[in-house]
């Protein structure tokens, strides 16, 4: 596939997206970008592990009496904003309303940059009463979009995987030019897609380093039926290990006489990505995004035994391998802890009862809860308690396990990377 080919199906791609109406909130199901696991895990993760280097950067800012200016890379509709604009100022608690870290007049600049005319448009229609906010088209292969004496930005900021459309050469240069540009520090957020996540093992058995770009669609946008047409575009994707990525922008930090301070490697949905449920590059796996989105619908109840994982073991990864299978022990004693439970609802003194005490401690908790909120819900009057307590409490907590296990191994689909560069 040729260079051309390649960038025009990127464009067809997500000019098909915004007419379909991916990125409009009202939607909801896999071909949103809005379904209950993008708002319930997916964001809540991102801003749980954004909000302390953000909080840490503003007090800067503040002390200085400046704003922050902020340049969104690949900023597709600008979701960029809204997640940096709902972060938590404080971890939740039951006494405590939410309130933002970052207010709107805490921004001072808000400089988004895509290659998609389509999403440009998009943003631009959706933040149109942003005053502070400018969207430009951009090809980030090219480097950072910044003019010849432009001031410094705070933040380079992406997500949901923008930075993957890159190769390494094209993200050398873009991670080169952002230490040459920026002022004392800089604080860069890469979000990319994990080499190893469950919805492709086919990508696995590449060496680690290898630079290649591999075969990505967003098939799921798409009805069942349509996803193997011609219709659905297919582009070459750069997946990453944590290990790879961390060598590779220190490298090129080093390169450039800056220096790392601050970082964090996460892997965000580690068993939820969106490719679960088409299983396109991995047949073997379950559509658990969907069971999960079902567990957090009101009024609907799911079939448990959907939710639980059957992990395949790769030949060459015994350390992928121990990490998944950690992870689907405890997952599915979670799940089959609930299920129990809910067949023990009859008997409280049975229910009450201390789970199997070989489960790790966040399982044996985790079922404690569940175990206490079937024995009270006959006397809470919901409709069904099952669907719409029960469930979506299983659903909370099956996110707290997976936010508890990551290791930024990039065992996920989503590798959330956050470094501080220092001159």
């Known amino acids: 596939m040729n260079q051309h080919t390649v960038l025009n199906n990127v464009l067809n791609n997500y000019a098909k997206a915004v007419e379909v109406g991916a990125y409009d909130s009202k939607l909801a199901g896999l071909g949103s970008k809005c379904d209950s696991v993008r708002q319930y895990w997916e964001d809540r993760y991102t801003r749980y592990v954004l909000s302390p280097p953000i909080r840490r950067l503003l007090e800067r800012k503040r002390a200085e009496d400046r704003g922050l200016r902020i340049m969104d890379l690949g900023c597709g509709a600008g979701e960029g904003w809204n997640i940096l604009t709902t972060l938590p100022r404080t971890s939740p608690t039951l006494d405590a309303q939410f309130s933002s870290l970052i207010n709107e ?30 969207f430009m088209v951009a090809d980030l292969d090219e480097g950072l979009p910044v003019e010849s004496g432009e ?81 659905v575009e297919r582009f070459p994707i750069r997946y990453w290990g944590g290990e790879e990525l961390d060598s590779f922008l220190r490298a090129t930090a080093e390169k450039m006489n800056a220096k790392v301070g601050e970082f964090h490697l996460c892997d965000r949905s580690i068993l939820v990505g969106r490719h679960t449920d088409t299983s396109e590059f991995n047949p073997q796996a379950s559509p658990l995004r969907s069971a999960i989105n079902s567990l957090h619908a009101m009024d609907v109840r799911t079939d448990l035994t959907q939710l639980i994982f059957d992990y395949q073991p790769h030949p ?9 299978q950690n992870l689907q022990s405890a997952w599915n004693a979670l799940v089959y802890g609930c299920i129990e439970s809910l067949d023990m609802w009859r008997n409280p003194e049975k229910l009450l009862s201390e789970p199997p005490i070989e489960y790790p401690p966040i399982v044996l908790d985790s079922i404690r809860i569940l175990r206490r909120l079937i024995s009270q819900a006959p006397n809470l009057h919901f409709d069904d308690p099952r669907a719409n307590l029960i469930e979506p409490q299983l659903a909370y907590l099956l996110r707290n396990l997976e936010w508890n296990f990551q290791q930024g191994l990039g065992a996920s689909h989503g590798l959330l990377a956050i470094y501080e560069f220092r001159r």
Not at 105 to 134: C, L, N, R, W
Not at 180 to 192: C, E, H, P, S, T
Not at 316 to 324: A, G, M, T, V
């Open 105 to 134: 007049s805490d921004i001072e600049f808000y400089k988004g940059v895509d290659i998609s005319p389509a999403m440009i448009g998009k943003a631009e229609s959706i933040h149109a009463h942003h005053d502070q906010t400018q």
């Open 151 to 231: 001031t410094p930005f705070d933040l380079y900021f992406s997500s949901y995987g923008s930075l993957s459309h890159l190769s390494d050469e094209s993200l050398g240069r873009l991670v080169g030019d952002i230490c040459q540009n920026m002022g004392d520090r800089a604080i860069f957020v890469a979000d990319l897609l994990g080499r190893y996540s469950y919805e492709w093992p086919c990508y696995w058995g590449e060496v680690q380093g290898q630079s290649d770009m591999q075969t990505y669609s967003m098939s799921y946008l798409y009805p069942p039926e349509k996803r193997n047409t011609k219709d």
């Open 316 to 324: 060459n990864h015994p350390h992928i391998n121990r990490f998944f």
